[in-house]
């Protein structure tokens, strides 16, 4: 089991930054594939990015590429997004997922998902 527990939302305005955190439970975090996803409202849940167990292979949504940076610390059980030049469409609910199939961009595939951590981006 693996529980999952983000943070670092909030408002900010176009063109500015904020750095999301996943913080995992359990001592096998290291074997879990991870992944941030977003939904915004009315709309279905989207990947945003995702790591493999190792930290070294990354994977992006064409969206967000070039923007945001997806990485770990497998010592600290973590997980971040950090997202830079946010735009309004960025604007959504962020969630973190855990999953043993690794760098999956499939919401079904995760087994474990936080709660989820608001971004709301102003014009």
């Known amino acids: 089991q693996v529980q999952l527990v983000e943070s670092g939302g909030g408002l900010v305005q176009a063109g500015g930054s904020l750095r999301l955190s996943c913080a995992a439970s359990?001592?096998?975090?290291?074997?879990?594939?991870m992944a941030w996803f977003r939904q915004a409202p009315g709309k279905e849940r989207d990947f945003v990015a995702s790591?493999?167990?190792?930290?070294?292979?990354?994977s992006y949504a064409d969206s967000v590429k070039g923007r945001f940076t997806i990485s770990r610390d497998n010592a600290k059980n973590l997980v971040y997004l950090q997202m830079n030049s946010l735009k309004p469409e960025d604007m959504a609910i962020y969630y973190c997922?855990?999953?043993?199939?690794?760098?999956?961009?499939?919401?079904?595939?995760?087994?474990?998902w936080g709660q989820g951590t608001q971004v709301t981006v102003s014009p």
């Open positions: 790591i493999s167990t190792s930290g070294l292979v990354t």
């Open positions: 997922a855990a999953s043993v199939a690794s760098l999956a961009q499939v919401p079904s595939v995760y087994d474990y």
């Open positions: 359990g001592r096998t975090f290291s074997r879990y594939g």
